[in-house]
T-cell receptor, first 114, second 113 residues
Framework: AQSVTQPDIHITVSEGASLELRCNYSYGATPYLFWYVQSPGQGLQLLLKYFSGDTLVQGIKGFEAEFKRSQSSFNLRKPSVHWSDAAEYFCAVGAAAAGNKLTFGGGTRVLVKP | DAGVIQSPRHEVTEMGQEVTLRCKPISGHNSLFWYRQTMMRGLELLIYFNNNVPIDDSGMPEDRFSAKMPNASFSTLKIQPSEPRDSAVYFC???????????FGPGTRLTVT
């Protein structure tokens, strides 16, 4: 069965600083990987996804993520954080063998200091 | 497109009452998912449908929960009777079933007193 771990429950970052959120997955074959963002009181919005090809993927809002098969990781990065990036971020993994199901990590809450 | 639509956005009910949550998926999407989100348990998949057929309901907590999808544009999640521990935000999501990318609705915040 697939699983996703987000080791950091909370991260506090200063506005303008860089941000990196960690995601580790467990799955025997090539997974489909996603990052979602949830602003307070809102549903989840897709930031980016990886299916195959270039291991560095670009998403919306200036985010990018890098797939590293050797480390079973799919970390999310942003070079310069804006106050509006304060939200909760979820990594998710899907796989053909699992049908359309996604397995979500526990989430990382990002606080942005002025 | 209007996106995934959920109603109501907020529901407050008393313990023992029946609660029905509604979802309209994005037109053309053939898979629909119901999730529950709580502080303690995070985001949990309750049930999902492909082409209106329930595929996996292993996440449904107990018999008090039931879900239906009578047609491609409508689904309900019912809790009967409701209990305080059912208080959570319930999300509906849909996808085309091809690329696994799910689109989430705004959620229904349920409070059972």
């Amino acid at each position: 069965a697939q699983s996703v771990t987000q080791p950091d429950i909370h991260i506090t970052v200063s506005e303008g600083a860089s941000l990196e959120l960690r995601c580790n997955y467990s799955y025997g074959a090539t997974p489909y990987l996603f990052w979602y963002v949830q602003s307070p009181g809102q549903g989840l919005q897709l930031l980016l996804k990886y299916f195959s090809g270039d291991t560095l993927v670009q998403g919306i809002k200036g985010f990018e993520a890098e797939f590293k098969r050797s480390q079973s990781s799919f970390n999310l990065r942003k070079p310069s954080v804006h106050w509006s990036d304060a939200a909760e971020y979820f990594c998710a993994v899907g796989a053909a063998a699992a049908g359309n199901k996604l397995t979500f990590g526990g989430g990382t809450r990002v606080l942005v200091k002025p | 497109d209007a996106g995934v639509i959920q109603s109501p956005r907020h529901e407050v009910t008393e313990m023992g009452q029946e609660v029905t949550l509604r979802c309209k998926p994005i037109s053309g999407h053939n898979s629909l998912f119901w999730y529950r989100q709580t502080m303690m348990r995070g985001l949990e998949l309750l049930i999902y449908f492909n082409n209106n057929v329930p595929i996996d309901d292993s996440g449904m907590p107990e018999d008090r929960f039931s879900a239906k999808m009578p047609n491609a544009s409508f689904s309900t999640l019912k809790i009967q009777p409701s209990e305080p521990r059912d208080s959570a935000v319930y999300f509906c999501a849909s996808t085309t079933g091809v690329v696994y990318e799910q689109y989430f609705g705004p959620g229904t915040r349920l409070t059972v007193t």
